[in-house]
């Protein structure tokens, strides 16, 4: 196979191409390790990961490697880990700190990149001569890993640092779809003028970033991506390890875009159940028939509505979407028998006030995707010059 590497001096955002793909299983970037690790050989590397972060071997036991294992085997010195949301092995729940500590089978330091320190510091970032970030995205805006990527290239750029992404695929990457951010909403759960869902991969994204000058006074980082062999936008991927604890499974990431808008209501998302983004309910829709009772677990210490009947609805057998689905948020509205349905934080999700206000107002789910649609024409204007696949 033949591969060409553009060099990261002629371009801002370099991205290392496959020109002969040949017709085998879709491979990750990390799994490509032939393309990436002459850029690592010899440098003090620095990865940003979690439990996500695997290399598959093709062994008798399939077993798969994580990252930080696969390059200290192969002699890469690899001096410390960046934990984002969820921490290096993805087990603290949604938006809880995470700490500073060792990891207990490498003794490598893991630095948090979530809580006050959601950026690299000078000083965390001394002696490094390149990032790896190699993350599993779910594709939708308000899932921090992208805003975490922002800060990582930020920092880097900062201190002249290359970033290495090792890309993956998006499991929600086959449609565009939602209200783009409007920049006065901008927060770590909605970082750029983008729609809730996006489109793109990691890589893809990272691009789009670096090539449209979102970083703080329009820096540039040193960026290469490590492309999927044998994937296009529409190539359905089963993610082989969750990518957080309240995603266990490929219906509730399908169906997490729509669903999360829940978080910002007083409507529980399965949080402190096994159904976690598949399911929606509350002690306030007690016209439902389908009822559940959060517990503390995995992911959800203290689940809304801990100990409490909620009523509600079970996804579970729905069909998979190709569109961000208001009709649930929209149901939920209508029945519910508090006066107070949503919190602050939906705003934040949303990226705008004029989805409550909609919801509010009674306008259906056609009026609303209607004043939708300029702003994603234009945002497929901008995605369209950072796509590496089809």
Known sequence: MNFTLISCAQKPNTTITNKTISASILKTGAERTNLYLNLLKGKNVAIVGNQTSIVETKSKNNIQRHLVDSLLALDIKVKKVFAPEHGFRGEAD?????????????????????????????????????????????????????????????ACAELKIPVLILDRPNPNGHYIDGPVLELAHKSFVGMHKVPVVYGMTIGEYGQMINGEKWLKNGLQCDLTVIPLENYTHETEYSLPIKPSPNLPNDKSINLYPSLCFFEGTNVSAGRGTEMQFQIYGSPFLTKSAFTFTPQANEGAKYPKYKNELCYGEDLRKTENLTKLDLTYIIKAYKQNT?????????????????????????????????????????????????????
Do not use: C
Not at 125 to 142: E, K, P, S, T, Y
Not at 351 to 370: A, C, H, V, Y
């Open 94 to 154: 949604a938006g809880e700190i995470v700490k500073n500590g060792i990891d207990t089978k490498t003794g490598l330091p893991i630095i948090s990149l979530y809580g006050e320190n959601k950026k690299p510091s000078a000083e965390q970032l001394a002696g490094i001569d390149v990032v790896v970030f190699d993350i599993q995205d779910v594709g939708a805006r308000f899932y921090t890993y992208i805003s975490s990527l922002h800060y990582v290239m930020e």
């Open 338 to 390: 508090s006066k107070e349905f949503f919190n602050a934080f939906f705003t934040k999700l949303a990226g705008t006030k004029k989805l409550q206000q909609q919801l509010e107002q009674r306008i259906s789910e056609k009026e609303i995707r209607k004043t939708w649609t300029k702003d994603l024409e234009a945002f497929k204007l901008i995605r369209n010059k950072y796509l590496i696949y089809n």
